[in-house]
């Protein structure tokens, strides 16, 4: 196509118009982004991470002699993500959520030689101290 097509093109006021406002269309579409928060799988994935581990050390706890019923609670520190490994590349890895605190409450949590067993079994499944550890009774209701 010639430049005089393109000229014939644009001398149609109805095209030119709409050139406009698909324009102006895009721009409100961009702005409005920067309003708008799309919901990342990220943090889902962390907490179904997070579900898991409690189910887990749930499940590993109750076998434990002497424990009875049990009830975790895990908290985690930060949510996964991708770092990049050096400048010059894009090779990402990722950073798997750190464990800031378990909470269990069992039958046998009040006995000094069940809670220490306990408190072994978090700190060495989940590599934690035992600080991060809190071993408690339940209550029965």
Same mark, same amino acid.
């Given at each position: 196509?010639?430049?005089? &097509? =393109?000229? +014939?093109?644009?001398? @149609?006021?109805?095209?030119?118009?709409?050139? /406009?406002?698909?324009?102006?269309? !895009?721009?409100?579409?961009?702005?409005?982004?920067?309003?708008?928060? /799309?919901?990342?799988?990220? @943090?889902?994935?962390?907490?179904? =991470?997070?579900?898991?581990? #409690?189910?887990?050390?749930? &499940?590993?706890?109750?076998?434990?002699? !002497?424990? !009875?019923?049990?009830?975790?609670?895990?908290?985690?520190?930060?949510?996964?993500?991708?770092? =990049?490994?050096?400048?010059?590349?894009? +090779?990402?890895? &990722?950073?798997?959520?750190?464990?800031?605190?378990?909470?269990?409450?069992?039958?046998? !949590? &009040?006995?000094?030689?069940?809670?220490?067993?306990? =408190?072994?079994?978090?700190?060495?499944?989940?590599?934690?101290?035992?600080?991060?550890?809190?071993?408690? +009774?339940?209550?029965? #209701?």
């Amino acid at each position: 196509m010639k430049i005089s &097509d =393109y000229k +014939k093109l644009f001398s @149609n006021g109805r095209l030119k118009n709409a050139v /406009i406002i698909v324009g102006i269309i !895009g721009v409100v579409l961009i702005f409005l982004s920067s309003f708008i928060e /799309i919901p990342s799988d990220n @943090n889902h994935g962390v907490e179904e =991470y997070r579900l898991e581990l #409690q189910d887990s050390l749930s &499940d590993m706890l109750s076998k434990i002699e !002497g424990v !009875g019923s049990v009830s975790v609670l895990l908290t985690i520190e930060n949510s996964a993500e991708g770092v =990049y490994l050096d400048n010059n590349s894009t +090779k990402t890895k &990722d950073i798997e959520p750190v464990v800031r605190g378990v909470v269990v409450a069992c039958d046998g !949590g &009040d006995e000094p030689e069940i809670s220490e067993r306990v =408190y072994d079994a978090v700190t060495k499944a989940l590599n934690i101290s035992s600080a991060k550890v809190c071993v408690t +009774k339940l209550t029965n #209701q």
